[in-house]
């Protein structure tokens, strides 16, 4: 099945997501909040200003507790089930799905909608709050990027999880699956803060407060100082406040933290390429291409085959962009330029048209 790169209720992105491994100094995985606080005073960081997803409030305790009630003695994963389902009652509770708004656990409650950090957070806290050893869990998928004014903003996916002695049960919006342990990665609590303060970088880079971001975004580096979306998004809000040297610094430690790291080396492109260092641009970006299926990857590199007069080279790309992201608009823009360069009027009209009718379903189905 082909992925969807604009994500959907069932397939929910969060901005930063880590790609794996334990959080800053902290040598043992923590999980709990006296612990996450013992842990996060270790660290060279204001605990006033670090945030714990985790949180419940009375309310919210009490609302899973009736919820649940007919559950007690089932399995943990079946009253799992429960709660989750408990999210989505008509009438009742009706979490929606948000792209953009990271909350934790108590604003989600209160709002009813979210992003996937959001819901995870929520369903995280809720059920703990029963007795139930929930966590995070980051996806083993390709990640999901997006575009942000010529530089690439990464995405990744969490859902909740529940660990049986030889199972990893994982709960996402209304799926739930049974899967064996390995392939996916538990996160803990200082990796979850971590989790919400580059959501909130991200959104802030968005929004053009990059001050805002670098901060949000220093301090999930503290958390998780091996987590490479985190320093790939420095880099872009260090790029737009024209600070070129930590930018590219913030992209150095994206792969040393993740060598190959797609996003890293597209924006380490983009910076090259300012710099007039055309030669390590290329380089970057040919790496960037290797092996991708990052969309934007691939027609930024059918883009340079295209300047440099080898068609056959660009539909390579741009066959591979089209095979994955079927419904990504922008493939078909870069599908029409080429055709116009080749002198196809007629192909171009047919690409420039596709394009714009996915644009106008994707408009539709946000409003």
Known sequence: MKPSFRTGVLAASIFLVASGGSAAAIETEV????????????????????????????????????KLAPYMTNSPDVRLQALQKAF?????????????????????????????????SLFVALSRSVGIPTFLVSVKRQPDVEMDEGLVVVNR??????????????????????????????????????IYHTNIGGLAIRQGNLEGAIHNLEIATVLAPGWAPAWVNMGVAYMRLGEMKEAFDALQKALE?????????????????????????????????????????????????????????????????RWWYAREPFVFDALARLAEVEGDAEKAQKYRKRALELRQDESSESD
């Not at 009652?89 to 992003?115: D, I, K, M, V, W």
Request: overall charge negative.
């Open 157 to 194: 996916h969490v859902v909740a999880g529940y660990r049986a002695p030889s199972r990893l049960y994982t709960y996402d919006f209304y799926v739930a699956s049974s899967k064996k342990a390995a392939g996916h990665k538990v996160i803990d609590d200082i990796a979850a803060s971590a």
């Open 31 to 66: 999980f709990g909040y006296e612990d996450w606080q013992r842990a996060i005073s270790e660290l060279p960081v204001n605990p006033n200003e670090v945030v714990y997803p985790f949180q419940v409030n009375p309310e919210m305790v009490e609302w899973a507790q009736i």
């Open 257 to 321: 933290a993740e060598p190959g790291n797609s996003s890293a080396l597209i924006n380490l492109s983009r910076l090259y390429r300012e710099q007039g260092r055309a030669e390590e641009a290329d380089h970057a970006m040919r790496a960037a291409a290797e092996g991708t299926r990052n969309p934007f990857t691939l027609i930024t590199m059918a883009d340079a085959e295209i300047l440099r007069g080898d068609f056959d080279k660009a539909k390579q790309y741009l066959r591979r962009a």
């Open 88 to 120: 989505f009652e008509p009438g009742e509770f009706e979490f929606e799905y948000e792209q953009s708004r990271t909350l934790t656990a108590e604003e989600a409650f209160a709002a009813r909608n979210g992003n996937c950090m959001s819901f995870t």
